[in-house]
């Protein structure tokens, strides 16, 4: 089965410093992996995807994640957090179900929290 | 460019009373579609998926129910409702055949369903 785990319940990151947010993976062939950005009393939004390729993705709003094979990860990153990054981050693997459908399995989340 | 709706954003109901919480897409055919519940802010939980029309996959084993009675309508339903049925639902849909099977998920905003 596929999984998808996300080790950290909250990080807190002064602005304008660099954000990472952890995601590690199991998955019993090649993973299709996602980021995801929950706004309060909003739904999700997709930020970006890695598929195949460069390990290093680029997505939305200066976010970008980094595929390790190896260490079987994939880490959200920005350079240079904002305060109104602060939200609830999901990482998403791929899984085929077993009526032929693609199904999403979402880690719990993170909370991230900027300080000005 | 497609758009999502769900309605109503919030939703108070009585123990024991019906439930009707419709989705529909528009910009897009024969879309596969979710419902998922967050409970607390975090993760989520796979309810229902379609792959088509009158094409219902039940994930866990509930008072609730889906259908789909058009190729861009989602709506999910109860006949009973239970205390422990209060929560966020969200509706998404992706774009999944053939080439397309790395899509991410859109989401619209939920439906927040209290339950006295």
């Known amino acids: 089965a596929q999984s998808v785990a996300q080790p950290e319940d909250q990080v807190n990151v002064a602005e304008g410093n660099p954000l990472t947010v952890k995601c590690t993976y199991s998955v019993s062939g090649n993973p299709y992996l996602f980021w995801y950005v929950q706004y309060p009393n909003r739904g999700l939004q997709f930020l970006l995807k890695y598929i195949t390729g460069d390990n290093l993705v680029k997505g939305s709003y200066g976010f970008e994640a980094e595929f390790n094979k190896s260490q079987t990860s994939f880490h959200l990153k920005k350079p240079s957090a904002l305060v109104s990054d602060s939200a609830l981050y999901f990482c998403a693997v791929r899984d085929r179900s077993n009526t032929g459908g693609f199904k999403t399995i979402f880690g719990a989340g993170t909370r991230l929290f900027v300080k000005a | 460019s497609q758009t999502i709706h769900q309605w109503p954003a919030t939703l108070v109901q009585p123990v024991g009373s019906p439930l009707s919480l419709e989705c529909t897409v528009e910009g897009t055919s024969n879309p596969n579609l979710y419902w998922y519940r967050q409970a607390a802010g975090r993760g989520l939980q796979l309810l229902f998926y379609?792959?088509?029309?009158?094409?219902i996959s039940s994930e866990v084993p509930q008072n609730l129910s889906a259908s789909r009675p058009q190729d861009r309508q989602f709506i999910l339903s109860s006949k009973k409702l239970l205390l422990s049925d209060s929560g966020f639902y969200l509706c998404?849909?992706?774009?999944?055949?053939?080439?397309?099977?790395?899509?991410?998920?859109?989401f619209g905003d939920g439906t927040r369903l209290s339950i006295l």
């Open positions: 998404a849909w992706s774009r999944e055949q053939g080439i397309y099977s790395n899509q991410p998920q859109h």
């Open positions: 379609s792959v088509g029309i009158g094409q």
